[in-house]
């Protein structure tokens, strides 16, 4: 009975909505009655004769002829009264004012002096009183109602009394789905002190923030300041990290410019945000005159490296994007993304596995692309130490038969996804990186160009040590470090794929490439800066342990071999790493080795002929790179 009830109700409401039109217009007929009556009856001390009544009574319809036209002209009848706006009230202002003019006119010329002018002017002033009064009583009426928020709503201070700081708390009256009380702005500017926006006031500056949340109970801060310098970020958060409590902010600016996010989307701070540098950008019209209109294809195109790829490679309009990925549900996913955000761009995505030699033959002889990117590994350290046979199988003789079928279809260039792991490699998954470097070394020279790409931990992606940290955090904790001095280079999702992209463009066989990552960083520093990121403490509210180092990890990672060359590139911030001394046929026929060990499923010799090719390729630091 209740669902039939509740059906009933939807319906009606359905039906009085499809009539919306027609009741307004109704409403705005009473209105510009009404102010037409109140203009006659102020006039006369509201003792009207017959004679006026009679001339009110034959001028009604002229009244609301003219002007009920004039409001359709304006499409007063198709605006939603809960969200009229100023535009609104100045279309109100014209219509009602042209609606006026008109009525003036038509009367005067037909009754000449005997009409009273000055009924004229007080029509003009009740009807916009009435017609704009009307809908701003329902929106005020409305806005009231969304400012009384339930008990539970979360105080919070606003970080920025500027445009995007506006734009939030009119979001926040607009909208019951950010559950917020908003109980002040906190902005720098002393001219903007004391002062109030949208009835919320200004209550101090940002270094005021830990003093502030405490006094008015503040359980989050929403920084609204999409604009700021990098160095100006630096500091609100710092600022907000001593608050002690959780803080979100508002997208960035070009992407509320762009329409890819709204104002009211609040976010998480994103951790890369306190890495101490700015995110790297290249010259992505260089990169658009390598790219359009090619046909390229991806292997593990569902990982967080292949899919970001895919992301990127979309954007300049290739002819062809192969997706190639055997794991189904991510190739699903990325393959749905791509088709709903570039419905024009042909994707062909295939369920399929690099060490399936027939397979990839196939593939690259039926779609014939120009471009190759090899992302698919695999990439967790403490796993490759427990399964090397599969490590090396997947890494090593994945990444040869991938090259060795674009070689023989004729692919112009092959880019590999290598690591800063692989220089003077402790573990498993670093040596195979390497040798797989090497590997493609070795078949550098024929109509395929070979070129790799280096790069340190990615930020955000599936193997990220961030995912554990704030999984560790969602816990409770506690946070685990593997040492207190472990550093490594770090880089954002985007920087990496840039590279990548930017590496395919410019290699011309035989280079790895690098991106400047600046400063190493201390992993026990981006548990701590994660755990006040979420509003807490570190040691206080979530324990940090440390661990000691796991197999197959070191603390410290190194850039380059003590035989190679770094070499600038046409881009300032990326690198060209040059190995001059390089034996291609005897790292064949260690390969070989290598090969039988693997097939023969021999762990203990397999990894130590895997240690000894990539120590022959690795000799001992020479002390630290800087770039």
């Known amino acids: 009975m209740g669902s039939i009830t509740a059906k009933m109700a939807a319906g009606w409401l359905r039906s009085v909505h499809s009539y919306r039109r027609l009741f307004i217009a109704i409403a705005d007929l009473l209105l510009v009655s009404l102010a037409y009556q109140l203009a006659f009856l102020l006039r006369f001390d509201f003792q009207l004769t017959a004679e006026e009544w009679d001339r009110f009574l034959w001028s009604l319809p002229f009244v609301l002829v003219i002007k009920l036209s004039v409001f359709g002209y304006f499409h007063l009848y198709g605006g939603v009264w809960h969200y009229v706006s100023m535009r609104d009230i100045l279309a109100i202002l014209k219509a009602g004012t042209l609606g006026s003019f008109f009525f003036s006119a038509a009367v005067l010329l037909v009754l000449g002096r005997g009409f009273p002018r000055s009924v004229l002017l007080l029509d003009w002033i009740f009807c916009l009183a009435l017609v704009g009064g009307g809908r701003l009583s329902m929106r005020a009426v409305r806005e009231y109602r969304r400012r009384r928020r339930p008990d539970d709503a979360a105080p919070a201070l606003i970080v920025g009394a500027g445009d995007a ?12 789905r950010l559950g ?6 906190v902005d720098d500017d002393p001219e903007k002190q004391g002062r109030r926006i949208h009835g919320v006031k200004v209550v101090g500056s940002i270094d005021q923030l830990p003093d502030l949340c405490h006094s008015l109970g503040v359980q989050e801060l929403l920084i609204a300041i999409p604009s700021a310098r990098r160095e100006e970020q630096q500091r609100i958060l710092g600022y907000c990290r001593k ?5 979100k902010s508002v ?9 890819r996010a709204m104002i009211g989307q609040l976010r998480d701070v994103r951790p890369e945000e306190l890495l101490g540098r700015a995110p790297v950008s290249l010259d992505f019209e260089r990169l658009r005159r390598d790219l359009e209109g090619k046909r390229i294809m991806v292997t593990g195109a569902g990982g967080s490296i292949g899919s970001e790829l ?18 189904e549900n991510s190739l699903y996913f990325v393959d749905l993304e791509l088709r709903r955000l570039y419905p024009h761009l042909r994707v062909i995505s295939i369920v399929g596995d690099v060490l399936n030699r027939r397979q990839v033959d196939e593939v690259l002889q039926s779609y014939a692309p120009d471009l190759l990117y090899h992302a698919a590994a695999f990439k967790h350290v403490p796993l490759m130490e427990e399964n090397p046979l599969e490590a090396i199988q997947n890494n090593v003789f994945g990444t040869e038969i991938v090259a060795l079928a674009s070689r023989e ?9 290598s690591t800063d792991k692989a220089v003077r490699p402790v573990g498993v998954m670093g040596m195979t990186k390497r040798v797989a470097e090497c590997l493609l070394l070795s078949l550098n020279g024929g109509p395929t160009t070979f070129v790799a790409v280096r790069f340190g931990n990615v930020l955000g992606s599936d193997g990220s040590v961030l995912k554990v940290f704030q999984q560790q955090i969602a816990r409770g904790g ?3 470090v593997t040492d207190p001095e472990a550093t490594r280079y770090f880089m954002l999702l985007t920087e990496a794929v840039q590279l990548v992209l930017r590496a395919g463009a410019m290699g011309h066989g035989g280079e790895v490439f690098l991106l400047n990552m600046g400063e190493p960083v201390r992993i026990l520093d981006l548990a701590r800066n994660l755990i006040r990121l979420s509003g807490l403490e570190p040691g206080r509210n979530i324990p940090v342990e440390v661990l000691g180092l796991r197999p197959g990890e070191r603390l410290r990672e190194e850039l380059i071999l003590d035989q190679e060359e770094l070499l600038p590139s046409a881009d300032d911030k990326v690198f060209i790493v040059q190995d001059h001394h390089f034996d291609p046929e005897a790292f064949q026929r260690n390969l070989d080795v290598l090969r039988s060990l693997t097939m023969g499923r021999d762990q203990a010799g397999a990894v130590q002929q895997l240690r000894f090719m990539a120590a022959c390729s690795s000799p001992e630091p020479r002390g630290d790179v800087r770039l």
Do not use: H, N, W
């Open 165 to 176: 700081g506006e734009m939030l708390i009119r979001e926040m009256d607009r909208s019951d």
């Open 180 to 185: 917020y009380k908003v109980v002040g702005f």
């Open 243 to 247: 608050s002690g409590v959780a803080f």
């Open 251 to 259: 997208p960035a600016l070009d992407e509320l410019l762009l329409g």
């Open 310 to 327: 895919c992301r990127q490679l979309a954007t300049f309009e290739p002819e062809t994007l192969i997706l190639f990925e055997r794991a």
């Open 409 to 417: 279809a004729g692919l112009k260039k092959l880019v590999f996804i």
């Open 478 to 480: 506690p946070v685990t």
